[in-house]
């Protein structure tokens, strides 16, 4: 397994101390871009970790939600996309419907990334209706690190918040998630 972090504004320092991948937040509905997107992408290069970038949906507008999303998300062969499908702060949530168009419109602006949902097991469990998940499922489940409690295969798993949002990767070796990334 590998093990990775993920950020958003929220987050001004991260350590990359044995970290092998970092998904940064980049954009949310349809105006919001990280303030922090830079100096996060960069302390992640700079570490050598696989970069992936997410964007949080809002509900409607899935294809001008992905159009700003590839538009706010540097651009660059190998790192990975994802959509952040949960429930807002206002308590809406996307629908399974809006989730779908979001991934494969970015799937068609983008087609050389791979683009990956996270949900957590509640959302996958009773609001996925289509069990669409694009290039792979990124699931949170806070709990075991690689046991997440989900009948679906899985790519990523957020295991718990705490201090921060950490994951590990269901790959042998970073040369292997890079080269799936690059598909």
Not at 60 to 89: I, M, N, S
Not at 158 to 173: I, W
């Amino acid at each position: 397994m590998l093990h990775g972090v993920d950020v958003s504004a929220y987050q001004t320092d991260f350590d990359t101390d044995d970290v092998d991948f970092v998904f940064v937040k980049a954009t949310e509905g349809r105006t919001y871009v990280n303030p922090r997107l830079k100096n996060q992408v960069k302390r992640a290069r700079d570490a050598d970790c696989i970069v992936g970038f997410y964007h949080f949906l809002w509900p409607g507008h899935a294809k001008e939600q992905a159009a700003h999303f590839v538009e706010g998300a540097p651009d660059k062969p190998g790192d990975l996309l994802a959509v952040d499908w949960e429930e807002t702060g206002e308590g809406t949530r996307a629908s399974s419907a809006d989730k779908d168009r979001f991934i494969r419109e970015v799937k068609r602006l983008k087609p050389r990334h791979r683009v990956l949902l996270y949900c957590n097991r509640s959302f996958w469990r009773t609001h996925d209706t289509s069990s669409y998940a694009g290039d792979g499922l990124w699931i949170a489940d806070y709990g075991t690190a690689g046991e997440p409690r989900v009948e679906a295969g899985w790519r990523i798993h957020q295991y718990t918040d705490h201090p921060l949002d950490k994951n590990v990767a269901d790959f042998r070796s970073r040369d292997a998630m890079r080269a799936w990334a690059e598909g």
